[in-house]
């Protein structure tokens, strides 16, 4: 009898899903290295800088700093950008920084909004960033339910990837 109520017991929790993981506020503090960066519009995923992209988000208990760049991008020929050059080093970089709230946990992970104060694209000067974040261990995973990204102008779900840097 009691090998039966084991084997059912077992079985119920084979059956059971696993529960989401809780990340917390505190979980978020400190800077993370870029792993990956994807955009995923109408069904399409692409990589706006690169399949490798590299840079840092720095979160404070209040704020966060985001910058990534395509690593493969050219540099410049000089100190004083060509128009072109100008133009190439905006659609392979994005860097903001604002305060952030903290909303609710969710399947999706801990809802944050961050409101972009200071930034490398006007267009997304003084509005809110909403991403949820799972923390697992080292690594961290950031997810927009949807956002215009400006290397493609599309409105993208975009995910991002990263490891604790420090």
């Keep these: 009898m009691r090998i039966t109520m084991l084997g059912a017991a077992l ?14 506020k505190e979980q978020l503090v400190g800077t993370w290295s870029v792993t990956s960066l994807k955009a995923t519009s109408e069904g399409q995923a692409s990589y706006p800088l690169g399949e490798k992209p590299a840079g840092y988000v ?5 704020r966060m700093w985001l910058l990534f760049v395509d690593p493969a991008r050219k540099p410049p020929a000089g100190p004083n950008l060509s128009e072109a050059e100008a133009a190439a080093m905006m659609k392979t970089q994005v860097a903001w920084t604002g305060k952030y709230s903290v909303g609710e946990q969710t399947p999706d992970g801990l809802k944050i909004t961050a409101h972009v104060d200071a930034t490398s694209n006007q267009t997304i000067a003084g509005m809110d960033r909403v991403y949820f974040v799972l923390v697992n261990g080292d690594k961290i995973i950031f997810k927009s339910p949807g956002v215009v990204v400006p ?6 779900v975009v995910e991002f990837e990263m490891t604790k840097a420090d």
Excluded: D, E, Y
């Design 11 to 24: 079985a119920i929790g084979v059956a059971l899903p696993a529960m989401a993981q809780q990340t917390t």
């Design 151 to 156: 290397m493609t102008g599309k409105m993208s």
């Design 58 to 62: 720095t979160m404070t208990p209040t």
